[in-house]
């Protein structure tokens, strides 16, 4: 089972590949391999740091207990109908993103973060919203 806080279930339809370090980046793709081979994987929703951030490198200004990407990770539980340690399969999440979110959405609830400008969180939720999923993002 994965754990996964909330606005990481947003992260995870932009990635392309891309994040803070090379071990960093191994892991997340791990992850989003993992959800775009088998979506019927289990994830748990949890409240703060997750199986993405214990990668976050050592070196690097740590983000993931800010008050801000609380309430970022708040604000996306709730809009997918779901609570904190619900567990439910990648596939039944991506049904409620179909249905509760649009693109637009990632420039209110993001509008902070720094990997916004590359417009791949955007293209992550419209490829969900047209049932392609997950982009295939090639490992390393
Ligand atoms: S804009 Fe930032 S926080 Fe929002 S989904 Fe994209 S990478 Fe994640």
Not at 4 to 25: A, D, K, N, P, Q
Not at 34 to 49: N, S, V, Y
Not at 92 to 100: C, D, N, T
Request: aromatic fraction near 8%; include cysteine.
């Amino acid at each position: 089972m994965i754990k996964l806080r909330g606005h990481h279930i947003f992260c995870l339809l932009g990635y392309r590949g891309m994040g803070y370090s090379e071990e960093y980046v191994a892991n997340m793709t791990k992850i989003h391999t993992i959800l775009r081979e088998k979506p019927d994987t289990m994830i748990q929703i949890i409240k703060g740091p997750d199986h993405l951030c214990r990668k976050f490198p050592e070196d690097q200004p740590y983000h993931c207990e800010d008050k801000g990407i609380y309430i970022r990770d708040k604000e996306i539980v709730k809009r997918l109908g779901l609570k904190f340690s619900d567990v439910l399969p990648w596939r039944e999440i991506e049904r409620r993103i179909r249905i509760h979110v649009k693109a637009s959405d990632i420039e209110v609830v993001c509008e902070t973060c720094s990997w916004r400008s590359y417009g791949f969180c955007e293209q992550g939720v419209e490829r969900v919203i047209e049932a392609k999923g997950l982009m295939e993002v090639e490992q390393k």
